[in-house]
């Protein structure tokens, strides 16, 4: 049970009652009874949790209501490990790299190739691409899964790709390890339902506009509709202020991993949208508890089809590869 409410005795000191929230770190407001005084205090969403029961033992409070979660089967993933090939999240946090779209068979195995040499388990790339302009380049599509599959197995690396369509969900299927689902279709329900009837292990990027309880509602459809586990992934949402590509919601991510206790990714690719930056958010995402990150590669950014100013090249990637190995949380798990 979520706390929602201190409902108060009619003695009840009331500034006391205040405080004594404030120390457990609520946030409340007061509700005014019909006689004008204040018969409760509502705690507000953005409070740290605390056991109903303690809260039951404040002077003054006569009653403590609470909500129903709306996403159980999302609740009981809590503290899971998910096992994609070599990567555990909830381990060791996890290396996922790859280029944002696979543009050819050499592109996309020496993608692979520095994947692998930095620390990668899990090889990314965009078969089919949602892109905002119907003029830009939207991906190679069944030849491309087949390059990345390829190229996969000949690194020793699984393979996380995006689905778009309630149509190509068999065909993502076949290919991949965990299939993705992007932040343009986190609330396509048609969607979440057909990827998880596939019954496979599911990415969920954050929409670039969705509140957290939002995005746990989707990851709840998903689980509903069939598949085994959900790992949510924060991309950033959108923000007042252009000046860096999206706002990096760290407190989203320890929110989810140290209370929720999910499986959680950041991909701080598509947060700050430019490479020199990428390094500073993968260590702020790490110490926030992430179980991973994911990173936009290419070997020759310059001539990258997609999204070329934020991929990483070798020896930026090898830099993010060695801010995990040096995390507290891989030197205590035994390598695989």
Not at 95 to 119: F, K, N, T, W, Y
Not at 138 to 144: I, K, P
Not at 175 to 186: I, K, P, T
Request: charged share 20%.
């Amino acid at each position: 049970m979520n706390p929602r409410e201190l409902q108060l005795a009619p003695d009840a000191n009331v500034h006391a009652v205040e405080s004594a929230a404030r120390a457990f770190g609520l946030w409340t407001t007061r509700l005014q009874g019909s006689d004008g005084h204040t018969a409760a205090l509502e705690i507000q969403s953005h409070s740290q949790w605390v056991d109903p029961s303690e809260l039951a033992t404040i002077p003054g409070v006569s009653r403590v209501l609470g909500t129903t979660s709306g996403h159980p089967r999302v609740d009981s993933l809590k503290g899971q490990q998910t096992t994609i090939g070599d990567a555990v999240f909830g381990a060791a946090p996890v290396l996922i790299a790859g280029p944002c779209s696979v543009d050819s068979p050499e592109q996309v195995h020496a993608c692979a190739a520095m994947a692998r040499a930095a620390g990668a388990t899990v090889l990314r790339g965009g078969a089919y691409k949602p892109r905002t302009s119907p003029y830009s380049f939207d991906g190679t599509g069944l030849e491309g899964l087949g390059w990345l599959r390829d190229a996969a197995d000949a690194h020793g690396l699984a393979v996380v790709t995006e689905v778009m369509s309630e149509r190509r969900v068999d065909a993502v299927a076949e290919v991949a390890d965990l299939m993705q689902v992007g932040s343009r279709n986190m609330q396509n329900f048609a969607l979440l339902d057909e990827v998880g009837r596939a019954a496979k292990p599911v990415l969920l990027k954050r929409g670039v506009a969705s509140s957290v309880k939002e995005w746990l509602l989707s990851a709840e459809r998903l689980l509903v509709a069939g598949a085994p586990t959900v790992v949510l992934c924060e991309r950033g949402i959108r923000g007042d202020d252009g000046t860096t590509r999206n706002l990096l919601d760290l407190g989203a991510v320890a929110l989810l991993k140290r209370v929720h206790g999910l499986n959680i990714v950041v991909d701080p690719s598509h947060a700050i949208g430019r490479r020199d930056l990428i390094g500073d958010l993968a260590a702020a995402a790490l110490a926030c508890g992430a179980d991973g990150l994911m990173i936009e590669i290419h070997p020759d950014p310059a001539s990258a089809r997609c999204d070329g100013p934020q991929a990483l090249g070798d020896a930026e990637l090898e830099r993010v590869g060695a801010l995990i190995a040096a995390d507290p949380r891989s030197t205590s798990v035994p390598s695989r």
